[in-house]
């Protein structure tokens, strides 16, 4: 089920007019499209689809009220998920089971550029084999230690989604951490200061018997930026 496809759908991306910002006057960004399967749009979401998590401390400064805000957010999301399934290529690709979309998918959205990515995929497979209705046995047959290695690197990672999630917000960047280099001596003191804080958090609840050092190593392994 070949489409064009557009890689970076965000909000970032849309131009709307400035009388009506219900009408779309422009997409940009598109020098990466290309004809790839549908299943990518299946299971990801633009950001401007996402449901919103109110912060009280981000979110002080907004004019509008977060109720009106998060009642936004909520019909952007159901509109898409509207469009997703009337679709018709998009739709078959989102009926399907949300395990075998994600795994036909893995490639174009990115899932298998990172080890714990692939390992997640495989295991969520092995695991549902049977259910899914695949032959034979799944080829990858995960042990109780690589069950229990994943399980860790799991939580790592959704530590550093959170955290990728809450700085972009506070430092007002871009996902990868990209920064317009007019408010680069802006931010930098604002990004050291929550990054050493960090650190000293990791440090501070450290488990009993582990090395300051091996916290610090832990600590700098979740921080989603490069920059130290």
Request: charged fraction near 30%; charge should be negative.
């Amino acid at each position: 089920m070949p489409t064009l496809f557009h890689p970076d759908f965000d909000a970032r991306n849309i131009f709307v007019s400035m009388d009506d910002p219900t009408k779309i006057t422009g997409v940009i960004d598109w020098q990466s499209t290309a004809i790839e399967p549908a299943l990518t749009f299946a299971v990801t979401v633009p950001d401007f689809a996402e449901e919103l998590s109110h912060d009280k401390t981000l979110d002080a400064s907004l004019d509008a009220e977060p109720s009106d805000v998060q009642a936004d957010a909520h019909r952007c999301a159901h509109t898409w998920t509207a469009l997703t399934h009337s679709y018709p290529k998009l739709g078959t690709a989102a009926r399907l089971n949300p395990l075998l979309c994600h795994f036909l998918a893995a490639a174009s959205s990115g899932r298998i550029d990172e080890e714990v990515h692939i390992r997640s995929l495989l295991t969520d497979m092995d695991q549902y084999w049977s259910a899914l209705g695949l032959p034979g046995r799944s080829p990858y047959r995960p042990s109780p230690e690589d069950l229990k290695c994943l399980e860790q690197s799991l939580d790592e990672l959704e530590t550093t989604q959170r955290l990728r999630v809450y700085l972009t917000r506070l430092l007002r960047c871009e996902s990868d951490g990209w920064v317009n280099g007019d408010k680069w001596e802006e931010i930098l003191p604002k990004y050291r200061m929550e990054y050493e804080e960090f650190i000293r958090a990791c440090v501070t609840s450290r488990e009993k018997g582990e090395d300051e050092a091996v916290a610090i190593s832990k600590g700098q392994r979740i921080w989603p930026f490069d920059q130290r």
